[in-house]
C-alpha cells in the first residue's frame, strides 16, 4: 500500500495519461487505413412516413461515390432488420416505413467524408407522411396508429408488461396504512453524449476473408458474437478493436445501423470505409436514456416509519426495442426502487410501449434503470416527510437498513450484500454542516429568499451477473482474464472490459501489482481487441471492477500460488512452509531466506528443476462468475439558491460521501464521482430531449441540450465510508455510475425544499428557470 505508491492500492497517476495530456491518444477516428472510403448515412425527416420510393441515380453518378446502399440492397442480402440487445429487430435501413425522425435511410459510400455528405442530397426520397405516436402516454389509445406493423399479429405499441414485489402483500400494507402520498414523476428523456461519438472502420479483407473492424464499443466481445450471428461469418473471422474510447456513458453498448452500413460498404466495395457521426446523429438517433413515467405510492405510519411502495411505469422505449439489459429483466434493475430502507412490501409494474422516437433505453450511467429507482424513491421519502412535517434527515434516519440487517433481503428479491447506511448518512450531515443550515435557511426564508436543502440516499446493483440469472441476447455475464509473468518478472493482462475514460490500464494494472507485490509500471493492460483478449460481456452497469476487477484479483492469485511451489524448488522448502510478503515468499519463521517475484519469475522459466506435475511458467488464466452483485451506495446532500424573480437555480454546495467498498484508486474513484455529480447537475436543471407534435427533435445540438460545465458545478466536497464487499475477493464494489444515480434526487429535493414556501411539492425535471419560474406562477409566498 502506499501513497504516490508503485505497488498497489492508492492514489497512482493514470497511465493512460502520458498520451492523452500530450494529445496522442488514438480514437476511432484518427485510425487511416490505405484505400480507406468514407460513409454517410441519409436519415429520414418524417417521424412516421410510409417509404413511397428511393431513388439513388443520381447520387451513384456522382463522381466520387463508389457504392450507395439502400433498404432494398440489404433486404437483397438478408440484412435489412438485425436484432436489438433487447430480443426485438430493428432497421439497418428503412424497408417499409420510417418510425423515427433521423431514421437511417440510405448509405453513401465515396472517396471523401465532404463528397459522401454532398451525396446524400442527390438522394431522391418519396415518403407519405403517417400520424406520429410521440407522447407515450397515448401510445396504446384506441385508434392510435400502430408503429411496428413488420411484427406479424400486432394490433397496438404494447411491448411488455413486467412486475417484481408481492402485489397483494403491497396492497394489504396500503390498506391498513396511516399516511400514503402518492405522485406522478417524470424522468425525462435525455442522452448520454459523450464528446466522442460513435462511429466505426469497416475492413473486409477478401483474400484472408476476415473482416476487422475499429469501433467505438463498450463490449468489443459481444459486439464480435453479435456480428458473427448477424452476417454469418465465423467469429475467428471478425477482429473488434476498440481503441481509445471518449467517453461512453452507456452510449457505445449498443450496434447502430451505420456500423452495419459501413461494414456491407467493405464488402461491397473491397476497401477499408470509416463512418463517424456527426453531433446531431449522435443526440438525434443513438441510445438516449431514461423516459420513465412513474407513478409512485409509499404508505406510512404517522410516526414516519415506511412500510410500502407500490410504483407503475409507462416506458417510452421508442421505436425499436434496443434497450441493453439483462434478457429477465425488461425494466432493468428497476426493481431495486426500494432503495435504501428496510420496507415491508414492495410491488412495481412497468409497461414497456413503442413510439415514433429513436430506440435506445439504459444508456446515461443508470446502473440498468437503477438511476430512475433512486430518483423515484428518493423523491418520495422528501414528498412523505413533507407531509409528516418530519425532517427529511429524520425520515431518512428511521428508515435506513442498519448494519447488523446485512445481508438483508429485499421486498423485490435482491441480496444487498454490505452497509451501514446511517453511518453514511451521518457523515454527510457532519460535513454538510446540517442543523446550521437549516438555520440558515429559516433566516433567509424569512427575508423571502429561496434557500433549498435536498438529501438523498442511494443503493445501487452493480456487477451483473452471476450468469445463470444475467444475460445479454444469451451470453452469460461473466468475464475472463489472463496474466502472464515474464522471465524478469514484468506482467501483461489481458481483460474483456473495455475503458472509456474510467482507467482500467492503471487500476487493472494496481490489481495485479497488489497481488503479486511488484511495481504498477511493471504491469502492462491489454483491452479492446477482440483477438489479444479473452471473452467477457465488457464495460457497462459498472461492472469492471466488480467482475473483471475480482477476474483479475483472482488471476494474479493463481500465478502467485504457482510461484509458491516454484519458491519452494528454490529455496528447497516445503510450499506449505513458505509465507508471503508482498513481493516475496520466504520460509516461515526465517525471512532472510526468501524469493522475490523476479527472481521467482526467472527460475520459472529457467534451469530449475521443478516438482513432478509442475508446468513451468507463471502464466494463468481465469473466468470470473460472479456469485451477486456488489451494493455500493452513498448520501448526498446539495444547496442550492433559486432566483425568485429568474426561477434560476445555483447549486451552492454539494456533499456526497460514497461507500464502494475498498477504493483500489481513490483518486481516479473522486474522479469518476465528480463526473457523476457533474451528470446530475445537467440532468436536474438542464436536460431533456424534447420533440415537438410531429416528432421533430428540439435538441440535436449543444445549443438546445445543455451539457453542464464548471460554472453550473460547485467544489465538490466528497468523503467516503469504505464496507468492503464480503464476496468481492478485493472488497471492492463499482462506483462508476454511483453519483449520476444518486445525484438528481438531491438536487432536485434542494430546489422543491427551497420552493416549499410557495407550498410546492414536487416538479419534474429539468429545473430550468423557465420551469422553475411556471412552477411557482400565482402561488402566494407563506413561510
Ligand atoms: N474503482 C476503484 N475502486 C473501486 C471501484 C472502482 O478504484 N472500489 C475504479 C475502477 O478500477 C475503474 C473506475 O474506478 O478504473 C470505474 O470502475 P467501475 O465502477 O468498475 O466502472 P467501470 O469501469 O465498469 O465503468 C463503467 C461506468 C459506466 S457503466 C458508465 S455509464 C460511465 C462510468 O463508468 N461511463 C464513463 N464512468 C465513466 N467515466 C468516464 N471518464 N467515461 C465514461 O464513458
Ligand atoms: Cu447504463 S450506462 Mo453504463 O451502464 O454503460
Keep these: 500500500m502506499s501513497g504516490n505508491g508503485q505497488h498497489g ?18 480514437y476511432v477516428d484518427d485510425i487511416k487505413l490505405p484505400g480507406m472510403l468514407y460513409g454517410a448515412v441519409l436519415r429520414s425527416p418524417h417521424a412516421h412516413a410510409r417509404l413511397v420510393s428511393v431513388d439513388t441515380a443520381a447520387a451513384e453518378a456522382h463522381p466520387q461515390v463508389r457504392a450507395v446502399i439502400t433498404g432494398e440492397t440489404l433486404a437483397g442480402l438478408d440484412l435489412a432488420w438485425m436484432p436489438t440487445l433487447s430480443g426485438d429487430v430493428q432497421a439497418v435501413l428503412a424497408t417499409d416505413k420510417v418510425r423515427f425522425q433521423g431514421q437511417e435511410v440510405a448509405f453513401v459510400v465515396a472517396d471523401s467524408h465532404y463528397a459522401a455528405r454532398d451525396a446524400l442530397e442527390l438522394i431522391d426520397v418519396d415518403y407519405e407522411a403517417l400520424p406520429p405516436v410521440i407522447d407515450a402516454r397515448t401510445a396504446l389509445d384506441d385508434g392510435a396508429p400502430v408503429i411496428r406493423d413488420d411484427l406479424e399479429g400486432r394490433g397496438d405499441n404494447h411491448i411488455f408488461d413486467w412486475e417484481a414485489g408481492d402485489a397483494a402483500a403491497t396492497d394489504r400494507v396500503f390498506d ?6 402518492a405522485q406522478d414523476v417524470l424522468y425525462p428523456r435525455v442522452h448520454p453524449a459523450p464528446l466522442e461519438t460513435c462511429g466505426i472502420v469497416a475492413d473486409m479483407d477478401k483474400v ?8 467505438t464499443t463498450q463490449a468489443p466481445h459481444a459486439h464480435r458474437t453479435v456480428y458473427a450471428l448477424v452476417a454469418g461469418l465465423p467469429e475467428h473471422k471478425i477482429r473488434v478493436v476498440s481503441p481509445d474510447i471518449g467517453g461512453g456513458f452507456g452510449n457505445k453498448v449498443g450496434i447502430y445501423p451505420g456500423y452495419v452500413c459501413a ?40 410516526d414516519g416509519r415506511v412500510r410500502g411502495l407500490r410504483v407503475t411505469v409507462l416506458a417510452d422505449h421508442g421505436a425499436f426495442n434496443g434497450t441493453a439489459q439483462p434478457t429477465k429483466f425488461p425494466a432493468g434493475f428497476f426493481h431495486v426502487f426500494t432503495g435504501s430502507y428496510d420496507i415491508e412490501a414492495a410491488h412495481c409494474a412497468v409497461t414497456g410501449v413503442y413510439t415514433n422516437k429513436a430506440p435506445g433505453g439504459v444508456a446515461y450511467a443508470c446502473s440498468f434503470r437503477i438511476t430512475e429507482a433512486a430518483y423515484l424513491v428518493e423523491r418520495m421519502m422528501d414528498m412523505l416527510a413533507a407531509e409528516l412535517d418530519l425532517d427529511p434527515a429524520e425520515l431518512r434516519l428511521r428508515n435506513l437498513l442498519r448494519a447488523e440487517q446485512f445481508p438483508y433481503s429485499t421486498a423485490t428479491g435482491w441480496e444487498y450484500d454490505s452497509g451501514d447506511y446511517p453511518r453514511t448518512l451521518r457523515k454527510a450531515l457532519d460535513i454538510a454542516g446540517y442543523d446550521k443550515l437549516r438555520a440558515e435557511q429559516a433566516d433567509r426564508r424569512e427575508r423571502g429568499e429561496l434557500m433549498g436543502i435536498g438529501i438523498s440516499f442511494f443503493t445501487e446493483a452493480v456487477g451483473a451477473g452471476p450468469r445463470k440469472h444475467m444475460d445479454i441476447l444469451g451470453l452469460g455475464m461473466a468475464d475472463g482474464a489472463e496474466l502472464r509473468v515474464h522471465p524478469t518478472g514484468k ?43 479473452p471473452f467477457g460481456l465488457g464495460t457497462y452497469g459498472s461492472r469492471s471492477t466488480p467482475v473483471s476487477g475480482a477476474a483479475t484479483a483472482v488471476v494474479a492469485r ?43 519469475a526467472m527460475a520459472a522459466h529457467g534451469s530449475l528443476e521443478l516438482p513432478d506435475g509442475v508446468e513451468g511458467h507463471l502464466d494463468a488464466t481465469t473466468v470470473y462468475n460472479p456469485p451477486n452483485l456488489t451494493y455500493p451506495f452513498g448520501a448526498y446532500i446539495a444547496v442550492v439558491d433559486v432566483d425568485p424573480g429568474t426561477g434560476k437555480v445555483a447549486v451552492r454546495r454539494f456533499v456526497a460521501v460514497d461507500d464502494c467498498g475498498v477504493r483500489i484508486n481513490p483518486m481516479i474513484v473522486e474522479g469518476q464521482v465528480h463526473g457523476g455529480l457533474a451528470d446530475g ?20 445540438s449543444f445549443m438546445d441540450y445543455l451539457l453542464p460545465t464548471s460554472m453550473e458545478c460547485p467544489s465538490w466536497e466528497l468523503g467516503e465510508t469504505v464496507t468492503p464487499s464480503p464476496h468481492h475477493p478485493l472488497g471492492a464494489k463499482g462506483v462508476g455510475e454511483s453519483a449520476t444515480v444518486g445525484s438528481p434526487a438531491a438536487i432536485v429535493n434542494a430546489v422543491v425544499d427551497a420552493l416549499a414556501p410557495y407550498g410546492v411539492r414536487h416538479a419534474d425535471m429539468p429545473l430550468t428557470p423557465a420551469n422553475v419560474w411556471r412552477v411557482i406562477q400565482g402561488r402566494p409566498f407563506r413561510t
Excluded at 493514470?14 to 498520451?19: G, L, M, P, S
Excluded at 447537475?681 to 440535436?700: I, R, S, Y
Design 9 to 26: 492500492f492508492g492514489r497512482v497517476p493514470r497511465k493512460e495519461d502520458a498520451r492523452f495530456i500530450r494529445g496522442q491518444g488514438n
Design 176 to 181: 391498513g396504512a396511516e399516511v400514503v402520498v
Design 208 to 215: 484472408t476473408g476476415k473482416l476487422t473492424v475499429h469501433t
Design 263 to 302: 461494414i456491407v460498404g467493405s464488402i461491397v466495395t473491397g476497401r477499408p470505409v470509416k463512418w463517424m457521426e456527426d453531433r446531431s446523429e449522435n443526440l438525434m438517433t443513438t441510445s438516449f436514456a431514461r423516459d420513465y413515467h412513474m407513478r409512485g405510492e409509499i404508505a406510512a405510519t404517522r
Design 491 to 533: 506482467a501483461v493482462l489481458r481483460i474483456s472490459v473495455q475503458t472509456q475514460g474510467q482507467g482500467h490500464e492503471t487500476t487493472f494494472a494496481q490489481i495485479v501489482a497488489h497481488e503479486l507485490g511488484i511495481p504498477v509500471d511493471d504491469v502492462e493492460v491489454v483491452h479492446g481487441d477482440t483477438d489479444q483478449t
Design 558 to 600: 493463481k500465478v502467485r500460488e504457482r510461484a509458491r511451489i516454484v519458491a519452494g524448488a528454490m529455496l528447497e522448502a516445503a510450499p506449505g512452509d513458505l509465507e508471503w510478503t508482498p513481493g516475496r515468499w520466504t520460509v516461515r519463521g526465517d525471512p532472510s531466506s526468501g524469493a522475490t517475484m523476479q527472481e521467482i
Design 681 to 700: 447537475v445537467g440532468m436536474a436543471l438542464m436536460q431533456v430531449m424534447a420533440f415537438d407534435e410531429d416528432g421533430n427533435h428540439l435538441g440535436a
